[in-house]
């Protein structure tokens, strides 16, 4: 007997059949839900890859009245401060090499961004990765900087490149990396953003594990589901915060266990941990954020960019008038409450990082519907 394909594999998860089963259940725990009192269920998953499945395949559309999907803060391209941005700009336009990912290229900082500054003479290269950075500064011999960007998932190749000597003299590090755990505690301890559940990341929590997120469950009394990415994970993940809802009795649930260990990646972790130290760390147009970002450790600081050029500029502005990227990261508005979404802010002309990346709700909302798209098979 042939082994499935993977195609055939990922079928299973998207079979509508299954879905139609699954949203029956919710609608069932939903209609329990309400006769206990409930008018409103709200859920926030944290990745922009969760907020692609569920606008890509409608299922919004599915979900009864009243069980709200909220994006949160997933997109790690959508709260790089304007200033980190300015800083690597003036990098490049004088002189300095500057390796960027893709989807940071176009985000706008307080003036422009490294795609306006590359048109202007600057020299900046998108690479898919830090090994890329590394063969290319290798090769080029040229004052460089890689612009590290990024949640858990991509630190790890980072550190490792680093732990083995592998990054040549000429290469250094704008280190601009956030972490996703603390930045969750942050948005639970806003009063006017109330939740009854989460679904964690499931790519984060490769690294971190589904025990990351126990916080949630024993600080907050929110039932929280590591989910993987296919439709059916989403509505499994829905499904199970309305059971424990239902039966007041929150949980920390790993539905993702095809990928997601409960320790996650304790190499990979070791190495983060070898080569970074955490620090607080300003998001864009949220403030500071304790212990919620990395720095090169000590044995590493020849490789720190800051230390190397030592550049001052001025204070930049974070989030154009009218912008209501912050408000969409931290799950208090939605794109469409933002007057400027897809008017004056659109994928061609974006006004803040949100309708830039791909991971950011914005660009996804514009680009497949948002909440008014219906069910794709």
């Known amino acids: 007997m042939s082994k499935p394909s993977i195609q055939e594999i990922l079928s299973r998860y998207r079979d509508l059949e299954i879905a139609k089963t699954i949203v029956d259940q919710i609608n069932k725990y939903w209609a329990r839900l309400k006769e206990r009192g409930f008018d409103r269920v709200k859920i ?66 307080s003036r422009k961004s490294l795609a306006k500054a590359k048109a202007e003479g600057g020299n900046v290269k998108v690479v898919y990765s830090f090994l890329d950075a590394v063969k290319q500064a290798s090769n080029s011999r040229k004052d460089s900087v890689f612009f590290a960007v990024g949640f858990e998932t991509t630190q790890p190749s980072t550190a490792t490149q680093l732990h083995e ?28 953003i109330p939740l009854n559940g989460v679904i964690a990341p499931g790519h984060v929590s490769t690294i971190v594990g589904a025990s990351a997120w126990r916080y949630i469950v024993e600080d907050y009394g929110i039932t929280t589901v590591v989910a993987g990415f296919e439709p059916l994970d989403v509505l499994l993940a829905v499904l199970m915060i309305l059971k424990q809802l239902l039966q007041n009795q ?52 020849e490789y720190d960019a800051e230390h190397k050029y030592n550049l001052k500029l001025e204070s930049s502005i974070e989030v154009k008038p009218g912008c209501r990227c ?52």
């Open 44 to 109: 926030m998953h944290v990745c922009g890859t969760h907020e692609h499945t569920i606008t890509y395949y409608g299922i919004r559309s599915l979900l009864p009245e009243g069980v709200e999907l909220i994006a949160g803060p997933g997109c790690p391209v959508c709260i790089v401060p304007a200033k980190e941005i300015d800083y690597v700009i003036e990098l490049c336009l004088n002189g300095v090499e500057v390796y960027t990912y893709g989807d940071m290229f176009k985000v706008p900082g």
């Open 165 to 192: 000597n592998n990054v040549p003299r000429n290469l250094s590090l704008f280190v601009s990396y956030r972490l996703t755990v603390p930045a969750m505690k942050f948005v639970l301890n806003q009063p006017d």
């Open 250 to 301: 929150p949980r920390l649930i790993n539905e993702y266990t095809r990928a997601v260990p409960w320790d996650g990646n304790v190499k990979a972790k070791q190495l983060i941990n070898g080569v970074f130290d955490v620090i607080d760390r300003e998001w864009r147009g949220l403030g500071i954020l304790p212990l919620s970002g990395l720095k090169l450790k000590e044995d590493f600081k």
């Open 326 to 377: 912050p408000d969409v990261v931290l799950g208090r508005a939605k794109p469409t409450d933002c007057p400027m979404f897809m008017k004056a802010c659109t994928p061609s002309n974006p006004m803040g990082p949100c309708m830039v990346s791909s991971e950011g709700t914005c660009a996804i909302w514009a680009k497949y519907g948002g909440e008014v798209r219906k069910l794709v098979v």
